[in-house]
């Protein structure tokens, strides 16, 4: 239908997650039309974010290149004997804005869907059992609960399940977030106290 660098960057548009055909086709043509100037800042921001970031060693926050740690991570107040694992950055930026949870957390970096077997391959999942594992290698003590807060949709679903089958076979205890959050519903788009009542209902 359109001329194949424009199908090709639609294509690339539609990678990002909750962009569907249309709204990377609207995408594609305004980086089509917009100014010279724009794109070129565009692509420099792009550039800037692969060069300058680098991902936390514990949690696979996003952080500057020269530090190890995000900020959580290294603070030793939190309460580093619990994991709550997440999907994406904004779901923990989310749960902290509770102030509820003080332990600290694991990246999932997306989630699978049970149709489809090479999403396996897109999480964390060995890198989650390695962090497990290998937690003391990092200074931190003993393991004494994972939270579960993923999404409450068919591939927050999933993904719960995957991760609770290693931490099983891990014999680690763990907990999924209660029921307050609506099914279907998003961690990110949660208020506070939808979240609080979630984490203190964990079970």
Do not use: W
Not at 62 to 91: H, L, T, W
Not at 169 to 189: D, Q, V
């Amino acid at each position: 239908m359109y001329p194949p660098s424009i199908e090709k960057l639609i294509h690339h548009f539609s990678k990002f997650p909750t962009i569907g055909p249309r709204t990377a086709t609207r995408f594609a043509f305004y980086c089509l039309n917009a100014p010279e100037k724009e794109i070129k800042e565009l692509m420099s921001a792009l550039q800037e974010v692969r060069n300058s970031l680098s991902f936390c060693k514990i949690c696979f926050r996003s952080i500057a290149k020269e530090k190890e740690f995000c900020s959580v991570c290294a603070n030793r107040g939190r309460e580093r004997d619990v994991i709550c694992v997440v999907e994406k950055e904004a779901d923990l930026l989310a749960i902290e804005k509770t102030n509820e949870y003080n332990g600290i957390y694991f990246i999932l970096g997306g989630t699978i869907s049970p149709l489809k077997k090479e999403d396996f391959k897109k999480i964390r999942a060995k890198e989650l059992k390695e962090r497990i594992e290998n937690h003391k290698d990092h200074g931190l003590p003993k393991i004494k609960e994972v939270i579960i807060a993923t999404n409450q949709n068919t591939e927050g679903e999933a993904t719960a399940n995957y991760v609770s089958r290693i931490l099983t076979s891990l014999n680690i205890k763990h907990t999924r977030l209660g029921r307050g959050l609506p099914t279907g519903g998003e961690l990110e788009y949660a208020d506070e106290d939808t979240l609080t009542h979630s984490l203190k209902g964990r079970k």
